[in-house]
């Protein structure tokens, strides 16, 4: 079975610069989240996904932060304008059922904006 | 505040050394404590999940314990192989949604 996959898994911009970030969950796995890493910070959450509604995207930092999950597969995160502060790692994980909770994760996606 | 602090920061053991990670926290209604592991360059791993005080659960050299303030994730006897970030995770109920709040992580090293 594969895992959950992320593309891609580095992407340096520019200031101002428009990135589209990329996950695909295991297939058949309703729930969808995606998750932040700042150097020096501990992972933060973004939202969740609940197929192709948002459950929950109070971790959303602002609104040039914009994610979709059309038809509740693969979903994207898009960053628009991004700024210097949205460097990290972005991790999405996905996981079958909301009540297990156990989440299985990505390798990750490392942006650096400079 | 919600909140999840590991210790220690770091921590090097010889192989066979047997020793302790810790996990404290302050969640408003906790659902789970999740354990995972971190390789260099990957997405965190799920080891365990406790859900309630006195629950301990137990994979190869690893075993989770829970009390109603802090989690300890026992090493016995490392090996090299377990060298890796070990990050815990509680997950908060507010309302209908649920949260993973992680800490820092603990960076462990096992020399041979």
């Known amino acids: 079975e594969a895992g959950v996959t992320q593309f891609p898994s580095h992407s340096v911009i520019e200031k101002g610069q428009t990135v589209t970030l990329r996950c695909d969950p295991i297939?058949?796995?309703?729930?969808l989240y995606w998750y932040r890493r700042v150097m020096g910070k501990e992972i933060k959450f973004l939202l969740h996904?609940?197929?192709?509604?948002?459950?929950?995207e109070s971790g959303m930092p602002n609104n040039r932060f914009l994610a979709e999950r059309t038809g509740g597969t693969y979903s994207t995160l898009k960053v628009q304008p991004a700024e210097l502060e949205d460097s990290g790692v972005y991790f999405c994980?996905?996981?079958?059922?909301?009540?297990?909770?156990?989440?299985?994760f990505g390798p990750g996606t490392r942006l650096t904006v400079t | 505040e919600d909140q999840v602090t590991q210790s220690p920061e770091a921590l090097r053991l010889q192989e066979g050394e047997s020793s302790s990670l810790n996990c404290s926290y302050t969640?408003?209604?906790?659902?789970?404590l999740f354990w995972y592991r971190q390789d260099p360059g990957k997405g965190p791993e799920f080891l365990f999940t406790?859900?309630?005080?006195?629950e301990e659960k137990e994979k190869e050299r690893l075993k989770a314990t829970l009390t109603k303030k802090e989690s300890f994730l026992h090493i016995t006897a490392p090996k090299p192989e377990d060298s890796a970030t070990y990050l815990c995770?509680?997950?908060?109920?507010?309302?209908?949604?649920?949260?993973?709040?992680w800490g820092l992580g603990t960076s462990l090293a096992v020399n041979p």
């Open positions: 406790l859900y309630s005080a006195g």
């Open positions: 297939s058949g796995h309703d729930n």
């Open positions: 995770a509680a997950m908060n109920e507010a309302g209908n949604n649920r949260k993973l709040i």
């Open positions: 969640v408003s209604g906790l659902r789970g």
């Open positions: 994980a996905s996981s079958l059922r909301t009540i297990t909770y156990e989440q299985y």
């Open positions: 996904f609940v197929k192709e509604s948002k459950q929950d």
